[in-house]
């Protein structure tokens, strides 16, 4: 079998939640014996020791440069009356557009992968001009994830990227749905949304886990105080609004009543690209540390007892709170942190609704710092590798 993947960005080096699920997904299908042609945009070129572990999985690469030019930005400015923003910037034309089409024309895919709505205009583009099935991965309900980002956004410039980001974008989206053959829900609880909506050709896969001797959760058990560093933990892309948004409630409103029964707590928010107010947040209040784009988030978790996720807005699934999982560490999450997972882990969370309760709900964990039993055979069952083997199966009963 031949899959044509088209990946609103590049999946490797999978240093964030979207990634880590789209390149786990990509050598899921590999080791199944899935032919892959990767499709996908970027803002700078790859090193070669990136584009060598691409191809260790993927037998064709083909990457299309962001444009940043006065003419794409006119042709993004007109695009912008019929388009979502992130789709203005990922629409091929011309010779790109030709050299695409000839080039997954050679490569004879049975299906069209769409990973990420953000590229669904060349996607289904690609399905009608080689009369290809398009099939979607479905990452959140995009139309309404983007409306939550901009209400929780506050920043001028911000806010007006985020209305242009979900204008024409309800109906794009639906379209796209409506044009797929099958589209994979990674969320059950969105899944469940567009079954309310009338859409029957949606089905349930979940993000895939990988075990490792690193991450094994009876490992992560026999070292729970091995690597101790600090004592509340955060990981998660340091860009994204609603990622943000959650940082500064939880240093402003959460760490100060920490503060106030443990005032020598140390907090470690680490991840990717942090925005200048995080930068600031942790520089102004003593005890919390910022690590940028560390190396391991198996090591980023476990040097933190407590691990949490303050993220109040957001769509489909948190892949930072299954990784949290299978850390074996205590964990401290907003509601939304535990959207569309499955109700056999969402026992292992400690929710909090408000400042005060999370506050507390730390306090008397790192107080008396528990294990979390949750077994690797429960989260194999759950969100394994296998999955990808009934995805193959549907795509076999589809030709």
Known sequence: MKITLICHEIPYPPNHGARVEMWRRIKAFSNIGVELQLVSWIHEPLKPEEIAEIKKYVKEIYLILFQRTLGSLIRRTIDLLHYPLEVTSRIA????????????????????????????????????????????????????????????????????????????????????????????????????????????????????????????????????????????????????????????????????????????????????????????????????SLSINPASSIAVYQSGRVLINPVLTGSGVSIKSIEMLVSGRPIVSAPQGIAGLPEEVRKFFKIAVDAQSFGEEIVRLLSDTQKVNVDRELLESLFSPKFIEGVVSDIKSLL
Request: charged residues 25%; glycine residues 6%.
């Open 93 to 288: 034309r011309g010779k790109e557009l030709t050299t695409l089409l000839s080039r997954v024309r050679l490569f004879h895919p049975d299906v069209i992968w769409l990973d990420g709505i953000q590229g669904g205009e060349i996607a289904a583009r690609l399905s009608k001009k080689l009369n290809v099935p398009l099939i979607t991965r479905s990452h959140n309900i995009e139309y309404l994830y983007n409306r939550r980002l901009f209400a929780c956004t506050t920043d001028f410039t911000s806010k007006l990227k985020k209305y242009l980001s979900f204008s024409h974008l309800e109906n794009f989206e639906k379209d796209l749905l409506k044009k797929s053959a099958f589209f994979y829900d990674i969320s059950i609880d969105d899944f469940k949304f567009w079954q309310s909506q009338g859409f029957k050709n949606g089905r349930y896969l979940p993000p895939i886990v990988e075990f490792s001797k690193e991450n094994y959760l009876e490992q992560a058990h026999n070292e729970i105080s091995a690597n101790l560093m600090y004592d509340v933990v955060f990981l998660g892309n340091l860009r994204l609004d609603n990622n943000v948004a959650g940082i500064v409630w939880f240093i402003t409103q959460v760490f100060p009543i920490i503060r106030s029964t443990l005032p020598t707590v140390k907090v470690l928010i680490a991840g990717s690209n942090p925005v200048k107010k995080v930068k600031q947040l942790c520089e102004e209040h003593q005890g919390v």
